[in-house]
């Protein structure tokens, strides 16, 4: 397709098959693993993706990681290499969910919106952004310490959501995200440079908080498995200096009713709303309601 698959508010492909009521029931989580993530910020290794899939999601990939992709100008962001390091590479961009038709349909993969939708309280689930990272082999360089909320305070009231899901095994040696189980109870903290300093974070904590670094949980996962975070953990992850290659995408939501709080731009090139009203239209799709699907 060569039109803004933003205009499309549901699958238009066979990737991924339709929401159904008994989706809700296959997918769901036991209340073990919601008590997990209540008590440590974060729930990992929930296998989303089959082989197939996550191999078509890293063609997909490759071919919009090229700035001469004939639908580029899509992106809100694109950065070839977020880092000013030429030998600490982080490919980075948002708004491949506009021009490709598996990053487009995996928002509304029933695996993902289910166990969404429980996270966030069995509420209907709104899609926020998406996010590409890639780490090449050799000189992949860090996304440093922070938590997503305090890049997203444009949005009220807090009640977002983030999902990592990897299309390469991650490990230590290339870079796996990396967690600190509890920091989402320290409250909202400022924001560092997303791919400067992997411990600029730590200019805004105090020394008890300092010391929870000690305890931080490295995710490794096999390609086509997620983990979910709480909007205030604090998480990163660091260089990757292995031969293989870590690429990952990044789904984030928020349940329905969030509004804007702010009257500027939310995403680079995307009309305003202005501050107080809901966020939904074109850029904001329903993605699954536990409520309306049968």
């Known amino acids: 397709m060569n039109s803004d698959l933003s205009q499309f508010h549901q699958p238009v492909s066979k990737l991924f098959p339709k929401l159904k009521r008994s989706d809700w029931e296959q997918f769901a989580l036991e209340p073990d693993q919601i008590a997990f993530f209540r008590e440590n910020g974060y729930l990992a290794n929930i296998?989303?993706?089959?082989?197939?899939?996550?191999?078509?999601?890293?063609?997909?990939?490759?071919?919009?990681?090229?700035?001469s992709h004939p639908l580029h100008h899509l992106f809100y962001e694109?950065?070839?290499?977020?880092?000013?390091?030429?030998?600490?590479?982080?490919?980075?961009?948002?708004?491949?969910?506009?021009?490709?038709?598996?990053?487009?349909d995996v928002l509304w993969n029933p695996a993902f919106v289910v166990v969404a939708s429980q996270l966030l309280g069995n509420k209907a689930v709104r899609f926020w952004h998406d996010q590409l990272f890639s780490k090449p082999a050799h000189h992949g360089g860090v996304v440093a310490w922070h938590q997503d909320y305090s890049y997203w305070t444009r949005t009220t009231p807090m009640q977002h959501l983030t999902c990592w899901i990897g299309l390469d095994d991650a490990n230590r040696e290339n870079g796996c995200?990396?967690?600190?189980?509890?920091?989402?109870?320290?409250?909202?903290?400022?924001?560092?440079?997303?791919?400067?300093?992997?411990?600029?974070?730590?200019r805004f904590l105090n020394n008890d908080q300092k010391k929870q670094f000690a305890n931080k949980v490295f995710i490794e996962m096999k390609k086509g498995?997620?983990?979910?975070?709480?909007?205030?953990?604090?998480?990163?992850?660091y260089e990757n200096k292995s031969p293989r290659s870590r690429r990952a995408f990044v789904i984030n939501v928020f349940a329905e009713g969030t509004v804007s709080d702010s009257n500027d731009t939310l995403l680079e090139g995307v009309p305003a709303i202005s501050k107080g009203n809901k966020m939904e239209g074109q850029f904001f799709p329903l993605l699954g309601d536990p409520l309306a699907i049968y």
């Open 47 to 67: 296998r989303l993706l089959d082989d197939a899939q996550v191999t078509q999601l890293a063609t997909e990939l490759e071919e919009i990681k090229d700035p």
């Open 78 to 104: 694109f950065h070839s290499n977020e880092s000013s390091n030429p030998n600490a590479v982080l490919f980075h961009s948002l708004g491949h969910w506009r021009i490709t038709e598996g990053f487009h």
């Open 177 to 202: 995200l990396c967690y600190i189980p509890g920091s989402h109870k320290w409250g909202l903290l400022d924001k560092p440079e997303l791919a400067g300093d992997m411990d600029g974070l730590e």
């Open 225 to 237: 498995h997620g983990s979910f975070h709480h909007p205030l953990l604090v998480h990163g992850s």
